[in-house]
């Protein structure tokens, strides 16, 4: 599986969102209406709009990106290792502008791909989405706009382990575990993403959680290609 990947042309991210204001009645009147509409479907058994408003920082119109951590395979002393680096700020622009600038400085050829796990209907599109909110140009990589499904070459792992079946969503941490990968007990998950930021301003707390899951994926892509897990020496966080 994957024996053609050069693994060392991928780029492998995750990205932490919030709500665009942590509280329901912080929104204005008009984006309180749009949310009602947004969230319809999700207001069953007597909830509103303002219940389910958590749900909020999953959508790119209601929400915003705090951090993207990113991953790379390279080789150091003839030894693979991977490099972690996170991109997080309170101004999303200046996470976005810092996230395409490593995009356009050294995956700006054709031949590279991003990886991330339900990256195809999250991450990628997401992003995008937030750029363009922000007024910014897509870099090359993003700019998949009216391509079929198969002329996107990105991997998603998610994807990858449907194997063509559509039914079911496997998680990243399932996966790791029924794999076997090693994976740290963190403090928080993704439902605490919002509240860590808003209540505790702890970006680095976050972007932590979210280097952890771009390792992650990395070893899970590695075990799709039947090849060996990196070890902790052989992680650097840059």
Same mark, same amino acid.
């Given at each position: 599986?994957?024996?053609?990947?050069?693994?060392?042309?991928?780029?492998?991210?995750?990205?932490? %969102?919030?709500?665009?204001?942590? !509280?329901?009645?912080?929104?204005?009147?008009?984006?309180?209406?749009?949310? @009602?509409?947004?969230?319809?479907?999700?207001?069953?058994?007597?909830?509103?709009?303002? @219940?389910?408003?958590?749900? =909020?920082?999953?959508? =790119?119109?209601?929400?915003?990106?705090? $951090?993207?951590?990113?991953?790379?395979?390279?080789?150091?002393?003839?030894?693979?290792?991977?490099?972690?680096?996170?991109?997080?700020?309170?101004?999303?622009?200046?996470?976005?502008?810092?996230? $395409?600038?490593?995009?356009?400085?050294?995956?700006?050829? &054709?031949?590279?791909?991003? $990886?991330?796990?339900?990256?195809?209907?999250?991450?990628?599109?997401?992003?995008?989405?937030?750029?363009?909110?922000?007024?910014?140009?897509?870099?090359?990589?993003?700019?998949?706009?009216?391509?079929?499904?198969?002329?996107? =070459?990105?991997?998603? %792992?998610?994807?990858?382990?449907?194997?063509?079946?559509?039914? =079911?969503? &496997?998680?990243?941490?399932?996966?790791?575990?029924?794999?076997?990968?090693? &994976?740290?007990?963190?403090?928080?998950?993704?439902?605490?993403?919002?509240?860590?930021?808003?209540?505790?301003?702890?970006?680095?707390?976050?972007? %932590?959680? $979210?280097? !952890?899951?771009?390792? &992650?994926?990395?070893?899970?892509?590695?075990?799709?290609?039947?090849?060996?897990?990196?070890?902790?020496?052989?992680?650097?966080?840059?």
């Amino acid at each position: 599986m994957l024996d053609n990947l050069n693994i060392e042309k991928v780029l492998f991210l995750d990205i932490e %969102t919030v709500p665009q204001e942590y !509280k329901f009645s912080e929104l204005s009147p008009e984006v309180q209406a749009l949310w @009602d509409q947004k969230s319809a479907y999700f207001q069953k058994d007597n909830l509103s709009a303002a @219940d389910v408003y958590e749900r =909020a920082g999953i959508y =790119a119109e209601f929400g915003k990106i705090v $951090c993207i951590s990113v991953g790379f395979i390279a080789q150091r002393q003839g030894e693979r290792i991977v490099k972690l680096k996170s991109f997080a700020n309170d101004d999303e622009k200046v996470l976005l502008k810092e996230f $395409c600038d490593l995009l356009n400085s050294y995956y700006n050829h &054709t031949g590279y791909l991003l $990886c991330g796990h339900n990256g195809k209907e999250f991450d990628f599109p997401y992003i995008a989405r937030r750029l363009l909110i922000n007024g910014m140009k897509l870099p090359l990589l993003l700019d998949i706009a009216g391509k079929k499904p198969w002329e996107v =070459a990105h991997l998603d %792992t998610m994807e990858l382990w449907k194997f063509g079946d559509y039914k =079911a969503f &496997t998680s990243l941490n399932l996966l790791a575990h029924i794999f076997g990968i090693p &994976t740290p007990k963190d403090d928080i998950s993704g439902a605490d993403v919002a509240r860590v930021y808003y209540e505790e301003n702890n970006l680095e707390r976050i972007a %932590t959680y $979210c280097q !952890k899951d771009v390792l &992650t994926l990395i070893q899970v892509l590695l075990k799709f290609k039947g090849e060996p897990l990196l070890e902790d020496h052989q992680v650097v966080y840059v």
